[in-house]
């Protein structure tokens, strides 16, 4: 064990304040979320202060001219608690992979619940503090999120101002970022609490945000394709995703609702590095509040190379079948895809900027449709598993992309459209609600680290020639 020298400072404030004590529904020996991440906030702090005191100077490597020209891959430059991304392994939720979260974590079943996937509310759990919940917990987190869910009516009138045609994703983070007029973190700074307690106020808009993230989702989908139910409105029986599948129209498609349980769970956190998680950091470093830190976050997560990935995949696998039939050979998919890569398109789903490896999160969901015979006989879903043997040799053969298998959006958007949830367009708004499970619960671990605002060095080419003369 490393022995320990610890700032008394970094200690400071790790009580709970009462407020934070107040449980919802929950039996007395039973954490609430405040009370469960007010107790890991002195570990947390004392690796803070190990690294620091101990470690500031030591490498990890070193920065070249690639990593500017690059787009900084593989610069392992910022702290991010919740989940680490191996290139070969794939993504580990605070040391847990997507399949041991499968094992532990409490499911739909485990609550009371029709279904048997993880619920979004354990994961979210993990996420913030670490350990696995009870049932229990993950329940009363459910309870805690139905009771937060309605928005205000600023908000659902400014919703219903936008026009018809105006993108979901540019309503969804409008809208997010509209909700920061409630901000508990803004009210908390202005009134001048202190640095070492910006985490709770952080956390209370986080749960906050995570909870009306539905209900905003199906407003925007009523107002844009006229379905679902435009009152959103909220049972306390239900779980989160019971309550928005619901919302959205499809409250008795039990396979969907188990579906978009383990999507949105598995979808939550990808380490720090990807544009939406680090765009929620990074504004959120300024300490704006967590609904302009996430609003912005959905701004990166809508465009194509991002979450707006399974929308294109979708897009270009109906074209396929438009283009060969329903059911192509496999020698009629290799021909489509030889068309798409000469005509200098990328083939959706397929890459990724650290995975060299199928993505764990893509065998999850084939997993899935596996386990469902309603899926069995749907096309597409077909197409995705010929696909995922079809297309990687054809890429290595292309010699482009550094990964040439699946991603998670190769299946994700497919499996929602045999359900019949067909609006491609409100795809990345369900991812959007996803992504804040695993973003907020970080600004929270900065707000409780105390991280200072980010600020990289960047550098022009005449600069980069100059030293390189040097
Ligand atoms: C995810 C993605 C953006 C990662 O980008 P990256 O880190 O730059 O990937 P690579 O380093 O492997 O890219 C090297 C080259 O291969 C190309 N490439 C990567 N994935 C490709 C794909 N699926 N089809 C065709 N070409 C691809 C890149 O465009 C790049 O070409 P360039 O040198 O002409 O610019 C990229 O793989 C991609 O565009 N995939 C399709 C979109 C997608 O599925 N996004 C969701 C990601 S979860």
Redesign the pocket.
Known sequence: MLSLTIPRAALRSAAVPRQFAAASVRNASTKSIYEAVGAIVPEKREQLAKLKSDYASTKLGEVNVGHVLG?M?GLKCMLWEGSVLDSESGITFHGKSIPDTQKVLPTAADVGHKGKEMLPESMLWLLLTAKVPTADEAKALSSELNQRGTLPDYLNKIIDTFPKDLHPMTQFSAAVTALNMNSKFAAAYSQGVKKTEYWQSTLEDSIDLIAKLPAIASRIYYNVFGLGDGVQKIDPNMDLIENFTTQIGFGDSEGLIDYLRLYIAIHGDHEGG?VSAHTAHLVGSSLADPYLAYGAALNGLAG???GL?NQ??LGWSLELQKAVGESPSDDQIVDYLWS??KSG??????????LRQP?PRFTALYGFCESRPELKNSSIVQLVKRLSKVAPPV?KE?G????PFP????ASGCVLYSYGLDQFKFYTVIFGISRAIGALPQLVFDRMLGLPIERPKSISMDALFAELKK
């Not at 482009?400 to 990964?403: A, D, F, I, L, R």
Request: glycine share 10%; charged share 20%.
């Open positions: 787009g891959r990807n194509p190379l991002h990935a294109e995949v798409t890569l398109r990328v083939v959706p789903g397929y890459g990724h900027a650290v993505d890429l292309h482009k992309t550094k990964n991603n998670v959006d190769a």
